[in-house]
């Protein structure tokens, strides 16, 4: 029988994640609106929401990893999920707005091509090594910014184009965050 309370048993985990915060910049957010409905940009913000790149897939990433590393790298895994928590605020910034747009949050990413494709986990990146698993993270973080600078390029609404530019101000913290982490990886 293993005993969950046993602190010396090999089955239980001592890494507190008590007191985790978002890992985000501490200037606010815009207000969540929008200048009018608009499908074709709820659309848009669907495949941010939970397309291939997009924060749902940012989340369950990050929480992946902060799980399979919490044993051996405690340090490391309360900055990913930190991380995770800020995603996660993320994808309900954009649920609102695609809310308010006049879209649907459905876990399906509407594709201007008219594809629609439902959230998989065979979207994330999961590698065997912490060095992997962060750089693989980096990786997600530029391409996340690369996909919310295009969309903010197709769209004519400053309320939900000034909130895509703070989210990306997030992500470029995390890429920042990241690399130091990395950093202290690689010379472990």
């Given at each position: 029988m293993i005993q969950m309370e046993d602190k010396m048993s090999p089955f239980v985990n001592n890494c507190s994640m008590a007191g985790i915060k978002p890992a985000m910049l501490e200037f606010p957010y815009p207000p969540i609106q929008v200048q009018c409905r608009n499908q074709g940009y709820?659309?848009?913000l669907s495949v941010d929401y939970c397309g291939s790149v997009s924060e749902l897939?940012?989340?369950?990433?990050?929480?992946?990893n902060e799980s399979r590393i919490s044993r051996s790298h405690?340090?490391?895994?309360?900055?990913?999920?930190?991380?995770?928590v800020a995603e996660m605020m993320h994808l309900q910034k954009l649920g609102e707005l695609i809310c308010l747009l006049g879209g649907r949050v459905d876990y399906t990413a509407r594709y201007q091509n008219g594809r629609n494709?439902?959230?998989t986990p065979d979207y994330l990146t999961l590698p065997g090594q912490?060095?992997?698993?962060?750089?693989a993270d980096i990786e997600g973080e530029r391409a996340a910014i690369k996909?919310?600078?295009m969309h903010i390029g197709k769209m004519d609404d400053k309320y939900v184009n000034a909130v895509l530019a703070r989210i990306i101000k997030d992500e470029e913290y995390h890429i920042l965050l990241l690399q130091s982490l990395l950093e202290e990886v690689n010379t472990e």
């Open positions: 709820a659309d848009l897939s940012a989340l369950t990433q990050y929480i992946n405690c340090r490391h895994a309360r900055l990913l999920l930190e991380i995770g494709c439902l959230w912490v060095d992997e698993m962060i750089q996909q919310y600078r």
